[in-house]
């Protein structure tokens, strides 16, 4: 429709309370049924939009006795106040009527809702670039609350509906935009507070996890998609989506392809010409003198180490000094010849404390003292025989078996406490590497606990098989030990050998009315 040239200047405003301004100053729009009028003519704006359809939208199966007049005595209410320089008897150049209903002429850049969809249609014709972004943050500046409020009825409402739609898919492409330029940390802030607002889009969580993550808040982020997980299935019994799975999987993976864009550096020119160096010298092994750096150590053969242990216990611990003697001085150790000496005496005081007649209160002395010497000297002329040590070998260990070494120690810590300490190797989330947690455990896996898309991700376990390890637990109410799976079935045993470093199966906490026992690690497989 052509707008009139000499049409007066009036901005409306649905995308909050309904509101009209000539220039600076807000308009009274009258009594309740006349601003729904209004509203409905806004929504259908430069279009005619029947009288029967305007009644329906305002009184629903309400309406007047005569509806076409109360409709009229509202439009000429409204005429008086967008115009109030209209004489009665000539035609009005915003709200019109012709035969096909009233048209309300709203020039462009009037309506909000319109600037609204022109800022958003721009933005997605500019790509994911900043003055894209720059566009939907204008379009998401028109917001004022709730559009249409105070207005009721199922037109209103699937209208007020479709434009929360629309808000909501535009904040979706800004942050996602915002994110790929990098703007994860003044978005995270943000992010939460839409989350709270709209909960069930997954796309507004998948961005929060994102960006928090791109923070370096790697336990937010975990602790994010787990209450995603948790509000899904507790509102409507579902898991999240494949995209929000697939990037929590990517979490805790430590996927390079989470970490923002950043275009590389220009190459600068260089300055001189650039001079082929001549290709290095082949490469020459070093002597082995050379790379002996920790001289190698003297281990008995194996007929001897035997002989070795059985010497402490064979003679119940009086020759223990003599076994830490021969080894101190094979390897020229200070500290073996005075645990020799320390048997010896051990052994003295059994000579000089055990009565022959009767019953003396230093007999207890004594056979403490043999019993120390007897299972002390065994243990430690098997550790002596038996024992390796990286840093005996002739070259230092590397980073890798550092970081093996590292795992392996936080493992144990964390089985100890599941050992000893149940419940507090519950509350600090062993073996749950999908849950926020502070205590590293070396990265356990507990099979008891863990959502299926965790145990998809080890090594050697497919999506199916994941599926039915929770499903057997469901019904068994969990594993007693790793050893579980293969009784079951439901792993292959050469699998779950590779993984029994890391599997555990944490005991459930039993009722408080019911005896409990403590739980145990699931590492009780045959190497």
């Given at each position: 429709?052509?707008?009139?040239?000499?049409?007066?200047?009036?901005?409306?405003?649905?995308?909050?309370?309904?509101?009209?301004?000539?220039?600076?100053?807000?308009?009274?729009?009258?009594?309740?049924?006349?601003?729904?009028?209004?509203?409905?003519?806004?929504?259908?704006?430069?279009?005619?939009?029947?009288?029967?359809?305007?009644?329906?939208?305002?009184?629903?199966?309400?309406?007047?006795?005569?509806?076409?007049?109360?409709?009229?005595?509202?439009?000429?209410?409204?005429?008086?106040?967008?115009?109030?320089?209209?004489?009665?008897?000539?035609?009005?150049?915003?709200?019109?009527?012709?035969?096909?209903?009233?048209?309300?002429?709203?020039?462009?850049?009037?309506?909000?809702?319109?600037?609204?969809?022109?800022?958003?249609?721009?933005?997605?014709?500019?790509?994911?670039?900043?003055?894209?972004?720059?566009?939907?943050?204008?379009?998401?500046?028109?917001?004022?609350?709730?559009?249409?409020?105070?207005?009721?009825?199922?037109?209103?409402?699937?209208?007020?509906?479709?434009?929360?739609?629309?808000?909501?898919?535009?904040?979706?492409?800004?942050?996602?935009?915002?994110?790929?330029?990098?703007?994860?940390?003044?978005?995270?802030?943000?992010?939460?507070?839409?989350?709270?607002?709209?909960?069930?889009?997954?796309?507004?969580?998948?961005?929060?996890?994102?960006?928090?993550?791109?923070?370096?808040?790697?336990?937010?982020?975990?602790?994010?998609?787990?209450?995603?997980?948790e509000f899904l299935a507790e509102e409507f019994g579902v898991e999240p989506g494949e995209r929000l799975r697939q990037l929590h999987l990517a979490?805790?993976?430590?996927?390079?392809?989470?970490?923002?864009?950043?275009?590389?550096?220009?190459?600068?020119?260089?300055?001189?010409?650039?001079?082929?160096?001549?290709?290095?010298?082949?490469?020459?092994?070093?002597?082995?003198?050379?790379?002996?750096?920790?001289?190698?150590?003297?281990?008995?053969?194996?007929?001897?180490?035997?002989?070795?242990?059985?010497?402490?216990?064979?003679?119940?611990?009086?020759?223990?000094?003599?076994?830490?003697?021969?080894?101190?001085?094979?390897?020229?150790?200070?500290?073996?010849?005075?645990?020799?000496?320390?048997?010896?005496?051990?052994?003295?005081?059994?000579?000089?404390?055990?009565?022959?007649?009767?019953?003396?209160?230093?007999?207890?002395?004594?056979?403490?003292?043999?019993?120390?010497?007897?299972?002390?000297?065994?243990?430690?002329?098997?550790?002596l025989v038996t024992g390796t040590s990286a840093r005996l070998r002739n070259a230092p260990p590397d980073l890798d078996t550092l970081r093996s070494?590292?795992?392996?120690?936080?493992?144990?810590?964390?089985?100890?406490?599941?050992?000893?300490?149940?419940?507090?190797?519950?509350?600090?989330?062993?073996?749950?590497?999908?849950?926020?947690?502070?205590?590293?455990?070396?990265?356990?896996?507990?099979?008891?606990?863990?959502?299926?898309?965790?145990?998809?991700?080890?090594?050697?376990?497919?999506?199916?098989?994941?599926?039915?390890?929770?499903?057997?637990?469901?019904?068994?109410?969990?594993?007693?030990?790793?050893?579980?799976?293969?009784?079951?079935?439901?792993?292959?045993?050469?699998?779950?050998?590779?993984?029994?470093?890391?599997?555990?199966?944490?005991?459930?906490?039993?009722?408080?009315?019911?005896?409990?026992?403590?739980?145990?690690?699931?590492?009780?497989?045959?190497?």
């Amino acid at each position: 429709m052509t707008v009139p040239e000499q049409t007066p200047s009036v901005r409306f405003e649905i995308l909050g309370p309904l509101r009209a301004w000539r220039e600076d100053t807000e308009l009274d729009l009258g009594p309740g049924k006349q601003r729904a009028v209004l509203a409905v003519l806004l929504l259908n704006a430069n279009r005619p939009t029947p009288t029967a359809r305007i009644v329906d939208a305002v009184w629903g199966d309400e309406p007047p006795e005569n509806g076409v007049n109360v409709v009229q005595k509202y439009v000429a209410g409204l005429r008086r106040i967008l115009e109030p320089g209209r004489s009665p008897r000539s035609p009005g150049q915003l709200l019109t009527l012709t035969e096909a209903g009233y048209t309300l002429v709203v020039p462009p850049g009037r309506l909000d809702a319109e600037v609204f969809t022109d800022h958003v249609t721009r933005a997605r014709t500019a790509g994911r670039t900043a003055d894209a972004a720059g566009h939907l943050r204008a379009a998401l500046a028109l917001w004022q609350g709730e559009p249409l409020a105070g207005l009721r009825g199922p037109y209103f409402d699937a209208a007020r509906e479709r434009l929360a739609e629309d808000r909501a898919a535009a904040v979706e492409e800004r942050a996602r935009i915002e994110l790929d330029l990098g703007e994860h940390a003044r978005l995270v802030p943000e992010l939460s507070r839409l989350v709270a607002e709209f909960p069930v889009r997954e796309e507004l969580r998948y961005l929060q996890i994102l960006a928090l993550y791109r923070c370096g808040r790697q336990a937010e982020a975990l602790a994010a998609y787990q209450n995603a997980r948790e509000f899904l299935a507790e509102e409507f019994g579902v898991e999240p989506g494949e995209r929000l799975r697939q990037l929590h999987l990517a979490i805790l993976r430590s996927d390079r392809t989470l970490a923002p864009y950043r275009e590389p550096p220009p190459a600068p020119a260089p300055a001189t010409p650039v001079v082929h160096a001549p290709p290095p010298p082949p490469f020459v092994p070093a002597a082995p003198a050379a790379m002996a750096v920790v001289p190698s150590v003297w281990r008995p053969p194996p007929v001897l180490r035997a002989l070795a242990i059985a010497v402490p216990l064979l003679s119940f611990g009086s020759l223990s000094w003599a076994a830490l003697a021969f080894f101190a001085a094979r390897r020229r150790s200070w500290a073996l010849g005075l645990a020799s000496a320390g048997y010896f005496l051990l052994v003295g005081v059994f000579v000089f404390t055990m009565s022959d007649s009767g019953e003396s209160p230093w007999d207890n002395v004594a056979m403490l003292a043999l019993l120390l010497a007897t299972v002390g000297g065994a243990v430690h002329v098997a550790v002596l025989v038996t024992g390796t040590s990286a840093r005996l070998r002739n070259a230092p260990p590397d980073l890798d078996t550092l970081r093996s070494l590292e795992l392996r120690i936080r493992r144990e810590q964390a089985l100890t406490l599941l050992d000893h300490y149940p419940p507090i190797a519950r509350e600090l989330r062993i073996g749950r590497p999908d849950l926020s947690r502070v205590f590293n455990d070396g990265g356990l896996v507990d099979i008891n606990g863990v959502p299926e898309h965790v145990l998809a991700a080890l090594p050697g376990v497919t999506v199916p098989q994941a599926q039915q390890i929770v499903a057997r637990r469901r019904v068994t109410g969990g594993f007693a030990s790793v050893e579980d799976l293969i009784t079951y079935g439901l792993l292959p045993v050469p699998v779950v050998r590779a993984l029994s470093d890391v599997l555990i199966a944490v005991a459930h906490e039993a009722p408080a009315t019911a005896p409990t026992e403590p739980a145990t690690g699931g590492l009780a497989l045959p190497n």
